[in-house]
């Protein structure tokens, strides 16, 4: 009976000398105060002989707020906040965890190794991005002061530690906010590019306008200026139809003036004279007279 008690009791220490490690994490091992250099995935572990700790192997955030770093030009900020997401890699997690021991946080039931180590470096890297860019045009590059900061953390950690410790995952810029004066200043500006923008636009549609309008009165006038030029050229072969023809009549007139012909006609006109009774006949220069004889009576 006593065994099978000291049985059970042995079995709910062991039970309750366990630890877990949940997915997303991972675990560093002591034992007697010795850390294992491997580093443990999730799962159940027993602590009864050894201690286990449970790292967060997960996006961890480091927030920054009313940071005042300065600007180009050693222009102080008026307020800078970022957020900035990195992770611990598990393969060197124990070596991170020994070099940087006291930097160690608790927080949602997992530690976060070297937590105070990446929140001085990053720091630098938001101080040292920041200085590379205009107070006045900062607003405008949000994206690009992320990339750098995200840049030269990773670079300070690679540099330190060597590649495979800590990988920075993302930064995301909360609020910027420059000199009081500045920011009137970059506000007004940003008023008069939009009126002047919208300015623009009105400009460019007037001028579409105007040449919608142009183009318009162009194909009136133009269409006038056809109708002229068609109603011409009518006139004008109207006018040579009629001048052939006519020239096309004398043609055949003149050819038809025959000598015996005229001839005829001249005596034909001189018999009707006669007939009215005494008259003056004027011949051309040259011809000769042929007596008439009068045979009536």
């Not at 006045?136 to 495979?164: C, N, V, W, Y």
């Not at 500045?182 to 506000?187: G, T």
Request: net charge neutral; proline share 3%; with cysteine.
């Amino acid at each position: 009976m006593k065994k099978i008690a000291f049985i059970a009791a042995m079995s709910a220490l062991l039970l309750g000398a366990c630890e877990r490690v949940e997915s997303n994490n991972f675990g560093i091992e002591s034992v007697w105060g010795q850390v294992n250099a491997n580093t443990l995935p999730p799962g159940t572990y027993q602590t009864f002989t050894k201690n286990i700790m449970e790292v967060a192997g997960y996006d961890t955030k480091i927030s920054f707020d009313d940071m005042r770093p300065k600007a180009r030009g050693n222009l102080t900020m008026q307020d800078f906040d970022v957020d900035v997401y990195y992770k611990v890699l598990p393969e060197n997690g124990a070596k991170l965890h020994l070099k940087y021991k006291a930097d160690v946080r608790y927080g949602d039931g997992a530690y976060f190794i070297a937590y105070d180590y990446a929140t001085r470096q990053i720091r630098e890297a938001v101080y040292n991005a920041v200085s590379q860019f205009n107070m006045e045009t900062m607003h405008e590059k949000r994206p690009e002061i992320a990339s750098i900061i995200k840049k030269l953390a990773q670079e300070e950690f690679d540099t330190e530690l060597g590649k495979g410790w800590i990988k920075v995952e993302s930064v995301n810029i909360r609020n910027i906010v420059t000199d009081p004066k500045m920011e009137e200043s970059i506000r007004s500006i940003a008023t008069q590019q939009f009126l002047r923008t919208q300015q623009i636009e009105e400009q460019k549609t007037q001028e579409e306008t105007n040449k919608t309008l142009m183009l318009q009165q162009t194909g009136k006038a133009n269409a006038e200026a056809a109708n002229r030029l068609i109603q011409e050229k009518n006139n004008a072969e109207r006018r040579i139809i009629a001048a052939k023809a006519e020239a096309d009549a004398n043609k055949l007139i003149t050819e038809s003036l025959t000598p015996s012909l005229l001839r005829f006609r001249e005596i034909e006109m001189t018999g009707r004279f006669a007939e009215k009774g005494a008259t003056t006949i004027l011949l051309p220069q040259g011809q000769s007279v042929t007596p008439m004889i009068n045979t009536g009576k």
